[in-house]
Every structure is written in C-alpha cells, then in structure tokens.
C-alpha cells in the first residue's frame, strides 16, 4: 500500500501550485492586453507574436542549466532566486517607456520562470509514488489553464476598470494596460516566503526506494535520455500540443475581438471577450486536466498503453473542433466559443498525463535534467515559435487581400486576384462591410487562415503518441529494475553509470509480476510490479 500522506506534504503541493497558478497568470496577462501594447508602441502582429516568443526562447535556453542544478542543489533556493528574479522583471517591465526594452524586460521573465517549472514537478515525484502522484500531478498542471485564465481575466479586468469611460485611442493613450503587470511580483513575494518557511525539500528518489542511486555527467544524462525511446516521443508528442496552445493562448483574445468587429451584430459585446475566453480556458481547464489523470488512472490497470493513447485521441478530437470554432466565429461568436470549449478539454486532457510518463519513464536523479529537456525541446520548436510564426503568416494571408473594400471567399484564398475580373465573378465580391472597417476585416481573416494551420498541428502530435504506445511499457520496466537494483550493494557501481530509463532493441525486458514484497510501493500509476510487454522474456534485471 501507498505511505499516507502527511500535512507537510500536503502544504508542499499546494505551495507549488500557487506559485504555478501566478506564473502562468503572468504569461498571459500580457496576451490580454496585448491589443492596447501594440497600438502604444505601434508594433504590428509580427512584433506581437515576438513579445511570446522571445520569453518562451530564453525561458527554453535556461531550463537545461536549471534542470543540471535541479538534479545536485537545494531546490528550495532555485525556486525562491528565481521566482524573485521574474517577478522583479515583470515589475520594471511595466515600466519601460518602448517596444525594444519591454521585450528585453520579457526575455528576463523567461530566465526566472524556467528555474519554477523545470524544478517543481520532480518535488513531487519524490513526494509521491502510484496514484498519488497522478493525482498530485493533476492539481498542479490544471493550474496551468487556470493560471492562463486568470492572467486573461486579469488584464481585461485592468482595461476595463482603468479605462471606463474611454474609447479605446485614450485608454491607449494614457497605458492604462501597464497595471495590468503590477499584480502577480507581489503575489510572487508571497510565494517565496512560502516557500522558505513552509516547503518540504525531499530526498531525491527516496519515496521509490531509490536513494541509493548516483548522479552522473549532464553530458551522460543527455546521452542516455536521447537514447530513451518513450521520453523522446512523449517530447515530440508534447511539442505539438505547445505549438498550437501557445499560438492560441497568444492570439485567441485578439482574434474573437476582431471577429466581434466584422459582424454587423455580434452576440457577444466585445469589452467581455477577453474575460470570457479566460472563463473558458479555466473551466476547460478544471475538466480536461483533472480527467485526462483520470482516465490515464483507471484505464492503465487493464490496459498499459493507456497514457499516450488518451493523450492522442485528446488532441485529434481537439484539432477539428477548434478549426471550426476558428470559421464559424465571423459569423456568430457565441457558437464559436462553445466549440472552443470543448476543444480545450480535449487539449487539457494531456497536461498531467504527459508529466507522469516523462516522470515514470527517467530514473529519480534524472527528472529535472529530463524536465529540462522536454521544456526545452517542446518549447524551441512549440509555443517559442508559434505566435510569432502565426503573426507572420497573418501579414502574409493580408497581402492577398485587394486594397479597396472587396473581401474574398474563405474557399478561394488562393486565387489570384486579377484587374480583368467580373462583377459576376464568384471570388470577389462586394461586401457590407464600411470603408473604416477593411483594417479589421483584413487583420481578421488573415489571422483566421493563420490559426486553422497552426492548430492542424495536432494531427502530428497525435501520430507521435500513438507511437508512443509500443515503447512506454518496456521504458516503465527499465526505471523499475533500475530502482530495485539500487537497493543492493552489489548493483551500485553499475547504476550510477547507467541509471536512464532508455532501452535498447535488443535488451529484453521482464513479464513476471511476481515481485518481492519491498517492490509493492507503486512508480507512476502501476506501481512497481512489472508490466507485461506482448512478446517479450525476461528476468526484470537490467540488461547492458
């Protein structure tokens, strides 16, 4: 049975998901209020999409270093420097009187938040062991879309109370959206005196009976890691869930306003976009992350595979609801709301999920380098990219719109457009909308055509943890065996050379669950009774 939890440890976790909750409120506060910063530094969607990705590309650079010193320092230290050093960054931020020190001041969020997420989940799978760390797990990543709509309502919040009454030229003339980042440093503060007066630092491994294991070289860590078939796709597999929430996350407020703006009458007013959207995105949140732990929990009993399986079928029914929420809302948002909604609880379901296989699947004194790694992998070609790569196309998609008041058909984007066509011609023709509002128009259906690329990158994600499938087994095993044999003496000097959860072709791996009785404390969901891998033999021992 699972050692009962004590209240220290209860308090650990819910310190590190309050700090989780305002570190992404932080990030996404800015996308609430990202329409009021470009028109005060006059920056186009390019720049705006820049602002995201210049945060997540030095947040990505950090975590590795982040990840070696998680692995072999005191994480409660890591934690508070850098916690103090984001929300110091995000106050001055507010304070910057132009476009390029703001994103510099952005980049330095970036450097604190990676030293918070790289470090945080290993506290708690050395906490926790079996179910409860799936469990644990899902509190602390639902915090994820809670936090982002929190930061959404946040800075609408700000506009609204701190420009009531104006048109939006003098809101954003008078930088109304600069308070908007003087909420969370303080909420920051908070969370580092927690932490050093309340959090329970644990021994690396201890919960699973691993204490014994050694550290080794970043340089062997990497290696091994790169080696660890089930890591790698859950990483691939992740960055494409990265790619497409964070363009979403970044541009959604400001794509549902324009779609406001193009219709003759929306349902929807368009001051509330943004505090609804935020709604949604905790809600969905609340849903999806807590039973995409769930299903992962009860499925894998009977069925292994589970984990990546729920993980794919999520984003592949995410991707087609999305797409169509994207179509539908220049014609009627509220409908275009709800099917978001339910997208993002099919994104949510894999949140937890994902953290789990990474954790199950790397032996204990590699988890913050493995974190590390999946942040930076998943980032560098996910969410660092995507919002700026959106805004790109969005400019691009605009340049094939005619200059006078036509639009064109969304079916007929590609056509060329040609000063011989006809009044008859069924690719242009004129439309209701008045000259003042083409810049909206043009602004809309270009980031439209954007975002519908962008989320059809789900579709990958969905073949990478499918396949996914046929190696998480085998890898859950390999950490087993690895963890048992350093209980014993006469294993030691062979584990601290070779503590991965990597597996070769070649190696064969144990169907037995007959496992002693100081194997009954559960790793992942399953605990350590080894798990059936159809067609294949062994002892349970590591192979080399």
């Known amino acids: 049975m699972e050692a009962q939890v004590t209240k220290r440890q209860y308090v650990t976790v819910g310190i590190i998901c309050f700090i989780n909750l305002i570190n992404y409120m932080d990030r996404y506060t800015v996308a609430a209020i990202l329409f009021d910063i470009q028109g005060s530094f006059g920056i186009g969607e390019a720049e705006g999409g820049l602002l995201q990705t210049a945060f997540i590309f030095a947040y990505m650079i950090m975590a590795p270093l982040f990840g070696w010193l998680g692995d072999r320092y005191n994480r409660k230290w890591l934690l508070s420097v850098g916690i103090l050093f984001w929300s110091l960054a995000t106050l001055l931020g507010s304070f910057m009187p132009d476009y390029v020190s703001f ?10 938040e990676a030293s918070y997420t790289t470090i945080a989940p290993t506290i708690i799978s050395d906490l926790f ?9 899902a509190i602390f990543n639902f915090a994820i879309p809670v936090g982002a709509g929190l930061g959404y309502i946040l800075g609408s919040v700000v506009l609204f109370a701190g420009g009531h009454g104006m048109s939006d030229d003098d809101r ?8 908007g980042l003087r ?8 969370a580092v005196v927690m932490i050093i007066f309340l ?5 690396r491994g201890k919960c699973e009976g691993g204490q014994n294991i050694k550290t080794t070289s970043l340089l062997e860590d990497l290696k091994d890691l790169v080696k660890n078939e089930a890591f790698v796709l859950n990483t691939l597999g992740f960055t494409a869930v990265s790619f497409v929430m964070g363009a979403l996350a970044w541009w959604a407020p400001n794509f549902i306003s324009l779609g406001v703006d193009v219709q003759e009458s929306s349902n929807v007013p368009k001051e509330y976009v943004s505090v609804i959207f935020g709604a949604e995105s905790m809600i969905s949140g609340l849903i999806g992350v ?10 894998r009993t009977r069925y292994p595979k589970a984990d990546p399986v729920v993980s794919g079928i999520g984003i592949l029914i995410a991707a087609p609801l999305i797409i169509l929420a994207t179509f539908i809302s220049e014609r009627n948002t509220l409908v275009a709301i709800i099917l978001c909604f339910f997208g993002l609880i099919f994104q949510n379901l894999n949140w937890s999920i994902v953290t789990d296989m990474m954790l199950y699947t790397v032996i204990p004194t590699r988890r913050a380098t493995a974190s590390a790694l999946l942040i930076l992998v998943s980032h560098m070609f996910g969410d660092a990219g995507s919002p700026y790569l959106m805004g790109l196309m969005a400019d691009g998609f605009a340049q094939l719109f005619p200059a006078d008041n036509t639009t064109i ?5 590609a056509v060329t457009l040609t000063s011989t066509a006809t009044s008859t011609d069924s690719i242009i023709s004129t439309t209701a909308n008045p000259d003042d509002g083409r810049a909206d128009y043009v602004r809309f259906k270009s980031l439209q055509y954007a975002m519908a690329i962008v989320t059809s990158v789900d579709f990958i994600g969905t073949i990478f943890f499918v396949w996914l499938a046929f190696y998480i087994v085998r890898a859950k095993n390999r950490v087993i065996a690895i963890v048992k044999d ?13 503590v991965n959860a990597a597996f070769d072709s070649g190696t064969t791996e144990s169907t037995t669950v007959d496992q002693p009785e100081k194997m009954k404390n559960g790793i992942g969901g399953l605990g350590n009774t080894i798990i059936p891998d159809e067609g294949k033999t062994g002892t349970g021992s590591q192979d080399e």
Do not use: F, Q
């Not at 954003?172 to 308070?179: D, F, P, S």
């Not at 807590?290 to 499925?299: E, F, Q, S, T, V």
């Not at 350093?486 to 070779?498: C, F, Q, R, V």
């Open 103 to 112: 994103l510099v001041l952005r980049c330095v969020v970036g450097v604190g």
């Open 129 to 137: 062991v079996g179910d409860k760390r799936s469990k644990m797990l």
């Open 172 to 179: 954003i003339a008078k930088e109304v959206w600069r308070w």
């Open 183 to 190: 909420v969370t440093p303080w909420m920051g503060v908070i």
């Open 199 to 203: 959090l329970e630092e644990p021994t």
């Open 290 to 299: 807590p039973l995409g732990a769930y299903l992962g929990r009860k499925l």
């Open 409 to 413: 058909t969304t079916t007929e984007i």
């Open 486 to 498: 350093s209980k014993e003496d006469n294993h030691l000097a062979e584990i601290s050379g070779h």
